[in-house]
């Protein structure tokens, strides 16, 4: 089989990737060790986050960095086995996080975010899957008010400098809003522009559906076989229908990407950042309105299609290492206090990861050394929030139409030095 483009990872990016080159006329094979959107697009907290311009940093004060070593925090948690191996991560990423540096990150991650909600709206409206969809953002809990005015100082930096719109809200205001919220809070923040998603693994198949209404296919293969053709003007790779070839191939493999990145002779430094999630039934008649966090615990709560799922931080550990569910644990005993979650809905708590630059930023663009190779991933917190943003910026630059956005900052020169 032959097309003019492969696309390697079936998740929020790589479908989105795989609409936008169809909906330019290219044909697509888009391929996938498993079902589309069963990986890191499976389990996240549902946002399009038209207010997440700033990407989360390392922490720089000694005070937290200590209290994050102890190891018993739901916001973030290691495996002290890992931490020879993410030491090379992590310490970049620190660096990169100084707030100087940090802020130069945050200016050229803006025009990605700024697009997000957009972008998603056009692949939405296409795909008929409004049904999935919120348009009333999200909100942020606080428990003391010293947490509550740094974080409304910075909504109001963010509404000047990026129109970022926002509400606090007293703790009667919360009241009124959440009558089932029952913790000590002493208001919150709710961020108005992000839209969230009911299911997101049902966005991600609706999208799927569309990219197939374009003529595009799915078909499940091993993305570690790429190579070139041996001809050397193509790549192939095998799948359960046999080898695909294509001209072009993307490579939208979230934290398996560096697999294939590393065998073609490229060495990324890319962290994971694993997460979890459960579900619950709501207890009674007790009904959550809003996605909303339980800002200094480290936890989110969200109303989805499946129950209301609790996800947990970052676990930084080997992205192969068996499930560690202790954040969920933790964040679990934490969320009965201030909601009445009913019974656990899932078997065991789901687990994914995600990739996560020194910088920060996604890796998108061609790769410097191959014709015809592509790099997307890269996306940490926003995979769901870029993945059409992304796929638009590759489409773009894979059949030479003019890209929409600069893609100098997130291009994979910059890790050359």
Known sequence: MSADSIVLGAGIVGVSTAIHLARRGRSVVLVDRRGAGEETSFGN???????????YGFPQEVGMLVRYGLNNRIDAHYHPTAMPKLVPFLSRYWWHSNEVRH???????????????????????????ERLIRKDGWMEAFRTRAAMDKEVAEA???AKVAAINFTALTADDLARVEPHLTGKFVGALKWNDPWSVTDPHGLTMAYLAYFESLGGKFIRGDATTLKPTASGKGWQVKTVDGTVEGKDVVLALGPWSEDVTRTLGYSFIVGVKRGYHMHYAPAGNAVLNNW???????????????????TTGAEFADRDAPK???????????ARTIFPLGERLDPEPWMGARPCTPDMMPIIGK????????FAFGHAHHGLTLGPVTGRLIAEAVTGDTPFLD?????????KA
């Open 292 to 310: 909303t966090m339980d800002k200094e615990r480290g936890y989110f709560l969200a109303p989805m299609d499946k129950g209301i799922r609790l």
């Open 45 to 55: 907290a549902g946002l399009i986050q038209r207010e997440g311009i700033v990407p």
């Open 103 to 129: 802020q130069a990150i945050a200016n050229a991650y803006a025009p990605l975010i700024e697009n997000s909600v957009s972008e998603h709206a056009d692949l939405i409206k296409a795909a008929g899957a």
């Open 407 to 415: 893609m100098s900052a997130w291009r994979p020169e910059r890790f």
């Open 156 to 158: 109001e930096r963010l």
């Open 367 to 374: 790769a410097p050394r191959h014709d015809g190779l592509w």
């Open 324 to 334: 560690s569910p202790v954040q969920v644990e933790r964040a679990e005993k934490v």
